[in-house]
C-alpha cells in the first residue's frame, strides 16, 4: 500500500462518512443513561438490572475489540463500519418495542456490538488516506468529533423522549443508524484508486493477533491506553458521580456540570495533544507520562485534603483525569507506527483493550473494598462514605503502578528497535545552552 502524500478532497468525504457513523455510535452508547428514569418504568426494573444494562454493553464493546481488529484488516473498513451501524440499527429497534428485561439485553448486545465495530475501522482509514504527518491530528479530530455524539445524547435525544415517548425516541436512534450504514456503503472506500476493497491474502485470525502482539510498539500502545483511560472509565461509568454527590457532598447539578467536562476535554484537548505529537513525534511517551503524573497529583490530593474537597479541586481532579481520554489516542499513534498495513486492524484493537481491562478491574476493586469498609464498620457507615471512598480510591494507584510499570518496560523494549532517544532533561539543557 502506498503512502499518502497530501489529503485528497475523497480522503476528506472517505473521513466524514466514517466519523459521522462514529459520531452516531457514540450516541448510541450514550443513549440509555440518558433514559434511566423512563427505563426504570418500562421495564418495572431497579437501579441494579439498569446498571447491568451499562456493564453487558460494555463487555460486549471491550470483548469484541481484538475480534473486530483482526476482521478489519481481513475484510476492510467499509464493511465494518456499514455492518456494526446495521447491529446498532437493530439493536434500537428491539429496544424500541421491548418490554422485557431479557430482551432488552439483548437490544444493548447488538448495540455493544455494532458500537465495537466502528472505531477501530474509523482509526484503520487514516494511514491509507492521510499522510503520515497528520495521522495524529486526525486521529485527535476523529475522536473530538465522535464525542459530540455525547452531547447529541444529552440534548435532542433527552428532549425527543420527553416530548414523544420512549418508542419513537428509540425508533429515531434505529433511524440514524440506518442513515450511517447507508452513508458508510456508500461513501467509505478502504484505500486509494483501484485497488482491491479486500485484502487479496489476509492472515488467519489467530496469527494476525499473535504478530501484532508480538510487536512491542502494540504492547506499548496498550499500556498506554491503560494508565491514560481506565480513570476516565472509572470516573464516568461508575464512581465518579456517587463520589462528588455522596461523598464529597456536592449537589447533583453541581456534579452533572463537573462529569460534562470530560466532553469538553476531549473536543478542546484533543487537537492540542495531536499537534503536539505531530510536532515532536519522539517525545509522545513524555506527554503521556505527564499527563497521568497531573491525574496521580490530582488524586492525592483530593483524598489528603482533610475533610470534602472545595468544588475548584474538583474541577482540576476532572480535568486532570479528563486529559487521559485524548491522550489516551496516543497508544494508536505507536500502533500506526510501529506495525505493519496488514497488521493496524489487529494492533489497534489490541491497544484499545487497554482501558478497558484497567477500568473493569478497578471499578471491581473499589466496590469490593468499598464492601469491606462498611463491613468495618459494623454496617453503621453509609456504603458511599467519604473515608469509605478514600479507602476504597486507593486501588488506582495499584492499577496505575501496574500500568506504568508495563508502560516503562515495552517503552524501553520499542525504543530499542530504533535509534537512541535523546533523554528530555538533557535534550532540554541542551537547547537551552547549558
Known sequence: MSVPTKATPQAWLVW?????????????????GVAGLEATERYSAGASILATFSVVQLVVYAGLQIPVGALVDRWGSRVMIGCGAALMTVGQLVLAFSHDVGIGFLGRVLVGAGDAMTFVSAMRLLPAW????????MSQLTASVGQVGQLVSLVPFAAL????GWTRAFLALASLSLVACLVAFLAVRNRPGAAAERSAAPLPFWRSIREAW?????????????????GVNVFLLSWGYPFLVSAQGVPPETASLIMSLFVVVAIVFG??????????????????????????????AVLLWPGPAPVWLLVVLALCVAAGGPTSMVAFDYTRTENPPHLAGAATGLANVGSFTGGL?????????????????????????????????????????????????????????????????RALRRRLGR
Not at 16 to 32: C, D, E, K, M, W
Not at 214 to 230: D, E, M, S, Y
Request: one cysteine or more.
Open 16 to 32: 466524514g462518512a466514517a466519523v459521522f457513523a462514529y459520531l452516531v455510535s457514540v450516541t448510541q452508547r450514550t443513549s440509555f
Open 214 to 230: 508480538a510487536h512491542p510498539g502494540t504492547r506499548l500502545g496498550f499500556w498506554t491506553h491503560w494508565i491514560c483511560a481506565f
Open 271 to 300: 487537537p492540542i495533544v495531536g499537534a503536539a505529537v505531530a510536532r515532536f513525534p519522539v517525545r509522545r511517551s513524555n506527554l503521556v507520562m505527564l499527563v497521568v503524573g497531573a491525574a496521580l497529583v490530582a488524586w492525592t
Open 361 to 425: 478491574f478497578a471499578i471491581w476493586a473499589i466496590g469490593v473494598c468499598l464492601d469491606l469498609a462498611r463491613s468495618a464498620s459494623g454496617g453503621s457507615a453509609a456504603l458511599y462514605s467519604l473515608e469509605g471512598f478514600r479507602l476504597a480510591f486507593l486501588v488506582l494507584y495499584a492499577i496505575y503502578a501496574v500500568g506504568i510499570i508495563g508502560f516503562l518496560v515495552e517503552r524501553k523494549r520499542t525504543r530499542a528497535t530504533h535509534e537512541a532517544v535523546e533523554p528530555l532533561a
Open 161 to 164: 423522549l420527553g416530548l414523544t
Open 130 to 137: 492521510f499522510p503520515p504527518r497528520l495521522n495524529p491530528i
